[in-house]
């Protein structure tokens, strides 16, 4: 770990107004080495590029809730994001530690575990890229620098009547997801790179892109509430079916954008990803998410198209929004 933890928690607690009880402290859990990685990654990510965005400091930390849910707020001139350990655990168990779908399906296997490198299995490239893209959504808001700030904007869906439309926030997370996007597929693009030249193909790059397309999905899906009746303005966030749609489509466009030299195939590569993430739900026995999104778009998909372009259109209207401020900040390697 790079950091003193003793000294964060009392810098989180003494100056920044963080509760004690809110901080996980994380170095005796039982999955204390995953928690140690990503902090780390968050962190330094935090620390050494985003002076330009105006918001250190910044610091990342842990709240021992079980739920799905992350955060980000400004709290006495610090800039906090904050992620439940249920975030982290539920995403590593779900797309790596019971996914036995790289062993089960002979397919994926042959298709997918030729991209192993060291201990980076496909199913810890895919945990990864949706834990990443959590924490890229979370600073994009930091980044963002709006009011809501002040009074945190939470990233659980909550459900009911009384939850209040927001179009301003719709827009906010709809620039946020594609922040966050943009830099997972530059994460792919540079870990392909570490493949022998000859294994730097077209396929390789495909296979990692449809990776974690599909670990998105199934974030979007299984832990943000993908399965709830859908929905335009309402709610302060778009709906996870809507996300899925530009996410992914833009996602794979930065790949074909950024590859041109490589006649990248972004229909094949959403094919690959329907299939992947379709094989993995049936190898593990779960719902298949696919027939589902199938569905839903099927019946919907002028009214998701419409929805998403007015996103489009009036997100260029923003000037604080990341998409018209920053284009070209570079990632740091991914952990």
């Known amino acids: 770990m790079n950091l ?3 000294s964060v928690m009392q810098e989180l607690t003494d ?10 402290d994380f170095r005796a859990a039982e999955k204390s080495p995953i928690f140690e990685r990503f902090y780390d990654f968050c962190q330094t990510n935090l620390t050494g590029h985003t002076t330009e965005a105006d918001i250190q400091p910044a610091r990342f930390y842990y709240n021992p809730d079980q739920r799905v849910n992350a955060c980000a707020y400004e709290r006495n001139g610090y800039f906090l994001i904050e992620f439940y350990v249920g975030l982290l655990i539920k995403l590593y168990d779900y797309l790596y530690n019971y996914n036995d779908g790289f062993d089960a399906d002979q397919i994926l296997h042959q298709k ?16 990864q890229a949706a834990t990443q893209f959590a924490f890229y959504h979370e600073r994009a808001h930091l980044i963002q620098r709006s009011p809501e700030l002040a009074q945190v904007i939470n990233e659980e869906y909550v459900q009911g009547p009384n939850v209040a439309y927001d179009f301003n926030q719709h827009l906010r997370e709809f620039d946020a997801d594609i922040d966050a996007a943009q830099f997972i597929c530059w994460h792919m693009i540079e870990y392909a790179k570490k493949f022998p030249p000859e294994k730097q193909t077209i396929q390789t790059i495909s296979s990692l ?14 832990l943000e509430g993908g399965n ?19 996410v992914i489509d833009f996602f794979i466009s930065v790949a074909g954008h950024n590859l ?12 690959e990803t329907f299939d992947l993430t379709e094989r993995i739900a049936l190898a593990n026995k779960r719902p298949n998410p696919i027939e589902r999104y199938a569905d839903v778009y099927r019946a919907e998909h002028h009214r998701i198209s419409a ?3 007015l ?11 990341i998409k018209n401020r920053f284009n070209d900040e570079e990632p740091n390697n991914p952990g």
């Open 260 to 271: 041109p030299d490589m006649e990248f195939d972004t229909r094949s590569v959403l094919q």
């Open 112 to 127: 997918y575990m030729p991209l192993t490198l060291e201990d980076i299995t496909p199913g810890v490239l895919m945990y």
């Open 15 to 24: 100056k920044a107004g963080v509760p004690y009880g809110d901080i996980f």
């Open 209 to 222: 892109m449809a990776l974690a397309a599909s670990a998105i999905f199934t974030f979007f899906v299984y």
């Open 311 to 321: 996103l489009i259109k009036e997100s260029a209207k923003v000037p604080n929004l």
């Open 228 to 246: 709830t009746p859908v929905y335009y303005d309402e709610k302060s966030h778009p709906h996870p079916l809507i996300r899925i749609t530009y």
């Open 4 to 6: 003193d933890f003793d």
């Open 307 to 309: 929805y998403i372009q």
